[in-house]
T-cell receptor
Framework: LAKTTQPISMDSYEGQEVNITCSHNNIATNDYITWYQQFPSQGPRFIIQGYKTKVTNEVASLFIPADRKSSTLSLPRVSLSDTAVYYCLVGPMDSSYKLIFGSGTRLLVRP | GAGVSQSPSNKVTEKGKDVELRCDPISGHTALYWYRQRLGQGLEFLIYFQGNSAPDKSGLPSDRFSAERTGESVSTLTIQRTQQEDSAVYLC??????????????FGEGSRLTVL
């Protein structure tokens, strides 16, 4: 399983765009990139998933360069409620596998 | 309910006692995971079940930890002779698994264990 590296923490202000980058230099050909969000006292929840280029949903965008050795989660116009820990994971989807979470990025959004 | 259900939500026990934590996955989800999360830390993988295959127990920290799963339903995580360092939130997650797997895990609210 590809190991991921993310910043430990990030600070932002309401209304700003936040970009969290994850490095996964050893990503395999059949690995997908998935991001989860965790609020205090809750289990993580799925945000977005992608394989290459760009994926966008109602919550975030995910940018993946051609070499796929990194990915960037983009949160547009963050609010206080986006304060959470964000985890980047990589792994294959064509068969079952165990998902290993790293330490995540603790995002603090200030007023 | 439609989500992953865990019980108890909170458990306080004395050092040396055994505890059992229960997880009810989403119906039809063949994959089930247990994670441990200490205060302020990331998720630590414990064990993974996929259908009727042998579970991946590579994350269990010691032989005091064990987990069972009945078919593709309920799972129980057992911690014997609890120690203070076992204090954490124990999170269970399920996913479709197998060929239907989308990579999306659905988590329960967790069981908070405090060992005095």
């Amino acid at each position: 399983l590809a190991k991921t590296t993310q910043p430990i923490s990030m600070d932002s202000y309401e209304g700003q765009e936040v970009n969290i980058t994850c490095s996964h230099n050893n990503i395999a050909t059949n690995d997908y990139i998935t991001w989860y969000q965790q609020f205090p006292s809750q289990g993580p929840r799925f945000i977005i998933q992608g394989y290459k280029t760009k994926v966008t949903n109602e919550v975030a965008s995910l940018f993946i360069p051609a070499d796929r050795k990194s990915s960037t989660l983009s949160l547009p116009r963050v609010s206080l409620s986006d304060t959470a820990v964000y985890y980047c994971l990589v792994g294959p989807m064509d068969s079952s596998y165990k998902l290993i979470f790293g330490s995540g990025t603790r995002l603090l959004v200030r007023p | 309910g439609a989500g992953v259900s865990q019980s108890p939500s909170n458990k306080v026990t004395e050092k040396g006692k055994d505890v059992e934590l229960r997880c009810d996955p989403i119906s039809g989800h063949t994959a089930l995971y247990w994670y441990r999360q200490r205060l302020g830390q990331g998720l630590e993988f414990l064990i993974y079940f996929q259908g009727n295959s042998a579970p991946d127990k590579s994350g269990l920290p010691s032989d005091r930890f064990s987990a069972e799963r009945t078919g593709e339903s309920v799972s129980t995580l057992t911690i014997q002779r609890t120690q203070q360092e076992d204090s954490a939130v124990y999170l269970c997650a399920s996913s479709l698994g197998g060929r239907s797997n989308t990579g999306e895990l659905f988590f329960g609210e967790g069981s908070r264990l405090t060992v005095l």
